[in-house]
């Protein structure tokens, strides 16, 4: 593992402060990356109008902060069984072609 290499297991012990932690690489945790930067997408960016370096940053910080005060776990609103329904109808919806109407019977 790259922890037990000499050179990695020398600079943690002349750094203290850092910690490895290691995590799979199929771990659902960038997952949550993925949905807070959808969020500050959605919520901050898309409609904002920046006309500089600081405006931008600012919109952020103040973003970043109210989001932190009404900070509150993600809470999962399906079943399993109901999260997986949902994505085989959306993939069955986008695998046809556009504009498909089913045939109708008379």
Not at 27 to 38: F, G, K, P, T
Not at 50 to 63: G, H, P, Q, R
Not at 86 to 97: F, H
Request: charged share 30%; net charge positive.
């Amino acid at each position: 593992m790259l922890y037990q290499a000499p050179v990695v297991r020398k600079c943690l012990l002349a750094h203290p402060r850092f910690q490895l932690h290691f995590t799979p690489t199929h771990s659902l945790w960038i997952n949550q990356v993925e949905r807070w930067s959808a969020e500050l997408e959605r919520r901050c960016l898309e409609r904002g109008v920046f006309c500089s370096l600081d405006d931008l940053k600012a919109a952020l910080e103040d973003w970043i902060k109210a989001r932190s005060d009404e900070a509150r776990p993600f809470k999962w609103t399906g079943t399993p069984d109901q999260i997986l329904d949902r994505i085989c109808r959306y993939c069955d919806r986008i695998s046809k072609p556009p504009h498909y109407e089913p045939p109708q019977v008379w």
